[in-house]
T-cell receptor, first 112, second 112 residues
Framework: RKEVEQDPGPFNVPEGATVAFNCTYSNSASQSFFWYRQDCRKEPKLLMSVYSSGNEDGRFTAQLNRASQYISLLIRDSKLSDSATYLCVVNIGSRGNEKLTFGTGTRLTIIP | DADVTQTPRNRITKTGKRIMLECSQTKGHDRMYWYRQDPGLGLQLIYYSFDVKDINKGEISDGYSVSRQAQAKFSLSLESAIPNQTALYFC???????????FGSGTRLTVV
């Protein structure tokens, strides 16, 4: 079983729609979680951290469910500029030995 | 200037050649990482370093070596390049509080 699993998509969504991605992780001891965004042939960039209480940043909402070991990302009122690959990222290391493990990514295309 | 700079941006090399990829950072971060990205496989950790005297193997270190010349510099070497090392290589940094990674723009390496 992969340490971090995502639906690869692609998700083709009309502009203005709401879209949600889920991600599961295998290591119950994982301590920190992130969503990164990667545009084609570019470096990944941090979109948002994921906190236990859930967190929101504008049109983006991230949720963490430790009991079920999954993370979600919700994008509301999607824009053409949201088209990208979204990477679910989990810190599988212990304190002082942090290392990020990346999912393979979910490709999102927003359709005009 | 970028916070994390990778050179070269693109490189084509022949099988059996030795090649070095370089990474330098101006963020003052202690921790540096090398990842490779292949289509459909996500990012895989090659090596990482938490300070100048600390070097650790990642999940796919065979065929690679690294050198941490200074806090700001972390180089990746392919001693004898082979075609299945064709990939997109990313360097990343993080601070000791591990608030996430900052990535370089990547090096696209092709081994023919």
């Amino acid at each position: 079983r992969k340490e971090v699993e995502q639906d690869p998509g692609p998700f083709n969504v009309p502009e203005g729609a709401t879209v949600a991605f889920n991600c599961t992780y295998s290591n119950s001891a994982s301590q920190s979680f992130f969503w990164y965004r990667q545009d084609c042939r570019k470096e990944p960039k941090l979109l948002m951290s994921v906190y236990s209480s859930g967190n929101e940043d504008g049109r983006f909402t991230a949720q963490l469910n430790r009991a079920s070991q999954y993370i979600s990302l919700l994008i509301r009122d999607s824009k053409l500029s949201d088209s990208a690959t979204y990477l679910c990222v989990v810190n599988i290391g212990s304190r002082g030995n942090e290392k990020l493990t990346f999912g393979t990514g979910t490709r999102l295309t927003i359709i005009p | 200037d970028a916070d994390v700079t990778q050179t070269p941006r693109n490189r084509i090399t022949k099988t059996g050649k030795r090649i070095m990829l370089e990474c330098s950072q101006t963020k003052g971060h202690d921790r540096m990482y090398w990842y490779r990205q292949d289509p459909g496989l996500g990012l895989q950790l090659i090596y990482y370093s938490f300070d100048v005297k600390d070097i650790n193997k990642g999940e796919i270190s065979d065929g690679y070596s690294v050198s941490r010349q200074a806090q700001a510099k972390f180089s990746l070497s392919l001693e004898s390049a082979i075609p299945n090392q064709t990939a997109l290589y990313f360097c990343a940094t993080s601070d000791r509080y591990f608030s996430g990674y900052t990535f370089g723009s990547g090096t696209r390496l092709t081994v023919v």
